[in-house]
């Protein structure tokens, strides 16, 4: 809790903006206090410093070695090229899910 991570050199492709992002990552924590998503860890994502988005991941399986993988959001504020970063954090004192990955959709 109360730590960031955070991805560098994200490839933006070569026109930036908004992009598709895949997400990996581990929630095995059975949770009922999220009442907007039962079983969901929450993080809040950031590119290149930009706001952050909240983004519910739910449960991923019933123990820490199961990973979910291609979890989509759509994500702002790319530059073009790979001189990006993509920052995962939960301001709310609690756990953000365990981050395995990620990948960018560069083009179309």
Partial sequence: MGGTLTFTNVDGGTTGGTKLVSLDYINADYTFTNTACSN???AWVSVNGGEAVQVQMPISGQSWDIKFSGYYVGLSDFIP????TVEFSNPNNA???DMVGLGVQTEL
Avoid at 81 to 84: C, E, F, P, R, V
Wanted: proline share 10%; net charge positive.
């Fill in 40 to 42: 969901c860890r929450n």
């Fill in 81 to 84: 090229g790979a001189n990006n």
């Fill in 95 to 97: 756990w953000a899910p």
